[in-house]
Each structure stands twice: as C-alpha cells, then as structure tokens.
Antibody, heavy 120, light 110 residues
Framework: QVQLQQSGPGLVKPSQTLSLTCAIS??????????WNWIRQSPSRGLEWLGR?????????DYAVSVRGRIVVSPDTSKNQFSLQLDSVTPEDTAIYYC??????????WGQGTPVTVSS | QSVLSQPPSMSGTPGQRVTISCFGS????????VSWYQQVPGTTPKVLIY???QRPSGVPDRFSGSKSGTSASLTISGLRSEDEADYYC???????????FGGGTKVIVL
C-alpha cells in the first residue's frame, strides 16, 4: 500500500516560487510502472493536473499547458521523493496541492493535500 | 472550464438510483480508460471506479461505471445518506498529454 506524505509551506508571496515535496513509502520513485503527479484544486479552477515525472529507460516529464514554463517536477532517488516547483506565483495559484501516483490507467493514490495561499 | 463535462449537481432520495454523466472527446474518453472519484468536502479524492467499470476492493457494489464512445457514466444504486459528496470523472488526454478532470457533480441526498 503506497503512502504519500506532503510537506512544504502554506504561504508564498506573489512572484516567488512555490516548493512542495512528496515522500513516497511502499513504492519507489524510479518504478517503471508508475508516474508521480502534482494536482491542485481550487473553487475557481476545480481539479487541475499540473505535471508529472516518470522513469522508463530514462527520466521524463509532462506538464500542463496552463503552467508550462513555470513548473518543474523532479525526482529525488536518494530520498525516494519528488517535488514541485512553481515559479512566479500569483494569487490565482492559491489552491490545495496534491501529490499523486498514477499507473497507465488511473490515479491510484493521493497525498493528504497542502493548502497553499499566495499573498503578501 | 473543465475538459470533461459533468452536471454540476444531482439529487435523490435514499434508495433511488442516480446516474452521473461525463462527456469528453475522441482525444480523451474516446481513446482511454475513465476513472471516477468521490470527494467528501475537506478530504482527499477516493477512487470508486477505474478502467471504466472496475471497482477497487472495499468499494460497495452499488457503485458502477460504464463507458460508450466519448462519454462515461457513474451509477449509484440504492442511494444512501453517506453518498452525499462530490464526484469527478478523470481520464488521460492524448492531445494535451495529461490527466483531465470533469468539473465535478455534487450529489445531494434529500
């Protein structure tokens, strides 16, 4: 049973970088059958997938068009975790952020969620 | 505006059957599996259905899913008060190269 434990600040100033980490237990970040995702939820935007990292024969990423150019999702194999960096945040980035594991067919595990507010 | 379309809300009395629809396109539902999630406000989404019609262990069999063409549906048979929650459809979009969500359907048990 995989468990995902999120950590990171709940308040970020406008124009700064939002950084969150997701620690994995019960699986490994370099699994060839899983991908590691970041998803956010807000009243105005609903559930919104942001991006993912995955390992097959090499590391790869996919990112949502809405945040492309501002986002990096990266693995840390030494700590068996992955992270989200979202640059140049605005109040519109205020949301609950979730990390999640997906297989080829569905999102099967979620972190506990981190409420993040962008405000000065 | 969500990529997948769901009705914003539905209601029913205990024991009734409720069917939630989810409409997409050939680049998402028409070309990949659909999953359904239940979210009670303040909690994490919980998977109810995966691969269109498969239930994880522990999910009651009154929850069922189906897919046809570019649409999918979730049926709750024998509605119970604890089913009052938000329900979301999700699938992979090959054109966007990412997971896409419905806007969610709030089920109200009268």
């Amino acid at each position: 049973q995989v468990q995902l434990q999120q950590s990171g600040p709940g308040l970020v100033k406008p124009s700064q970088t939002l950084s969150l980490t997701c620690a994995i237990s019960g699986d490994i970040v370099s699994s060839k059958s899983a991908a590691w995702n970041w998803i956010r939820q807000s009243p105005s935007r609903g559930l919104e997938w942001l991006g993912r990292t995955f390992y097959r024969s090499k590391w790869g990423n996919d990112y949502a068009v809405s945040v492309r150019g501002r986002i990096v999702v990266s693995p840390d194999t030494s700590k068996n975790q992955f992270s989200l960096q979202l640059d140049s945040v605005t109040p519109e980035d205020t949301a609950i952020y979730y990390c999640a594991r997906s297989s080829n067919t569905y999102i099967d595990s979620w972190g506990q969620g981190t409420p993040v507010t962008v405000s000065s | 505006q969500s990529v997948l379309s769901q009705p914003p809300s539905m209601s029913g009395t205990p024991g009734q059957r409720v069917t939630i629809s989810c409409f997409g396109s050939s680049s998402n539902i028409g070309n990949d599996f659909v999953s359904w999630y239940q979210q009670v406000p303040g909690t994490t989404p919980k998977v109810l259905i995966y691969r269109n019609d498969q239930r994880p262990s522990g999910v009651p069999d009154r929850f069922s899913g189906s897919k046809s063409g570019t649409s999918a549906s979730l049926t709750i048979s024998g509605l119970r008060s604890e089913d009052e929650a938000d329900y979301y459809c999700v699938t992979w979009d090959g054109g966007l190269n990412g997971w896409v969500f419905g806007g969610g359907t709030k089920v109200i048990v009268l």
